[in-house]
């Protein structure tokens, strides 16, 4: 059984060495039919050369990824509104409705991929040592919500409270009352004998508002200037190190919009407020890591990337409060710092169809440790700014990617 092993492990090196792809003994570095080094069996007319030399490379790719959502839940409006003057009720601070969650950070229903682009230039020695820079980045990735004054099937209460929004965002300045007359009430004072009533009963602009549209923003970017090294090469397949510096950035943004109409349905620019909360994390570091590529015949070679890095993370932590009109606004911002370690999983399968031009498919995984996120993403105490921020023990971006890369 031994015997017959060895017999047909020389057969197929025989084979091996007798085919097409490797006439007349060549080997991979004399111009076998490896790609990544031996002549193609098609020469086009263009201006591309042997990958197998030393020159300029360079490669354009679309990326369709996913990444997490990193956003914490909170209740932001409840269906109903609260009596500010205590004329309706008895008692100021009175909630008047079902109190049912309208909107919150968890409405914005399905994920979603985001597509996106990369961009590499490098050069190749005749060592085979490679430099190269790559950037990439993913389109904004908005999601959205909203609540307002029509309910499901317009069900409601007899005195109409669930048609109204209402949020506790408090010790605000009076530009942010909003309208005077917001209901009926507004207009003639309790018990009847139509006296009339000076308004200002619900006092706020998130105090029996009617419309609110909530948007978060994803956006993801990443960068490396690195160098490739070959370490070990063989006919069908090399090792080589990568060693560079590597840049990231998680930009995210909480945009939150307040509308309250008066009783006719009017709103001015002095009706609305918005409140934003903006996230942004820029990471750098070194870099380094492995790789094996593997020629697996028919001009085509599968490659695995292996690199992690130590990232210096940048935290800016921006939240403000705007009138409609744009005539107030009440901010905070916030830096801080953290170290971010990184590891990256690239797999690529190469179809080389011509001299100096490469088709890639991929997959690719990327882990971020120790990040931030908007754990509360809403500061309702209008004077005191500060919003939570939690930790993120773990983030991936993940997805596909095709290409193609010239050699020239």
């Known amino acids: 059984m031994r015997s017959s092993f060895a017999a047909g492990l020389l057969l197929s ?7 097409p792809g490797l006439a007349h003994g060549q080997t ?3 111009g076998g039919d490896f790609q990544m080094s031996g002549r193609p069996e098609i020469i086009a007319p263009i201006p591309t050369g042997n990958p197998s030399g030393s020159g300029f490379w360079g490669a354009s790719e679309f990326l369709y990824y996913q990444q997490s959502f990193a956003l914490g839940n909170q209740v932001l409006a409840q269906r109903g509104l609260v009596d500010s ?17 309208a909107l919150d950070t968890s409405s914005f229903g399905r994920r979603s991929d985001s597509p996106g682009w990369r961009v590499t230039l490098g050069y190749k020695y005749d060592n085979g040592v490679s430099i190269y820079a790559s950037f990439s980045q ?3 990735q908005t999601y959205s919500a909203g609540a307002s004054l029509a309910t499901f099937r317009f069900a409601n209460q007899a005195d109409l409270a669930n048609s109204y929004l209402f949020s506790p965002v408090f010790n605000f300045p009076p530009d942010y009352a909003g309208p005077l007359v917001k209901t009926g009430f507004d207009l003639f004072a309790p018990g009847g004998g139509g006296a009339p009533n000076q308004g200002g009963n619900f006092y706020g602009i998130w105090n029996g508002a009617s419309v609110m549209n909530l948007t978060f923003t994803q956006r993801f970017t990443t960068a490396d200037i690195a160098a490739r090294v070959p370490l070990l090469q063989t006919d069908y ?3 080589y190190g990568i060693g560079g510096a590597r840049y990231a950035w998680f930009y995210e943004k909480l945009w939150w919009r307040t509308v309250s109409y008066d009783v006719v349905g009017r709103a001015f620019p002095s009706d609305a407020a918005t409140y934003t909360n903006t996230l942004s994390q820029r990471m750098y570091g070194p ?10 015949g028919k001009r085509f070679g599968v ?3 292996l690199t992690g890095s130590l990232l210096f993370n940048i935290q800016k932590e921006r939240a403000y409060y705007e009138l409609g009109d744009k005539t107030t606004k009440a901010k905070r911002a916030v830096n801080e710092f953290d170290v971010t370690p990184n590891g990256n999983l690239d797999l690529n399968l190469m179809w080389y169809p011509i001299e100096g031009v490469q088709v890639k498919l991929g997959y690719t995984f990327q882990g971020y440790f120790n990040t931030k996120y908007m754990q509360e993403p809403v500061a309702f105490n209008f004077g005191a700014l500060d919003p939570p921020y939690g930790t993120q023990a773990f983030r991936y971006v993940q997805g596909l990617n095709i290409g193609l890369g010239l050699f020239f």
């Open 237 to 239: 397949s090399r090792v």
């Open 138 to 140: 993913l389109f904004d």
């Open 13 to 19: 090196a025989v084979a091996a060495v007798t085919s």
């Open 303 to 305: 490659s695995l990337d």
């Open 287 to 296: 870099m380094a890591g492995c790789g094996h590529e593997v020629y697996i």
């Open 85 to 101: 003057s205590g004329l309706l009720t008895g008692a100021p601070g009175t909630f008047l409705g079902s109190g049912e969650v």
């Open 28 to 30: 991979f570095a004399e």
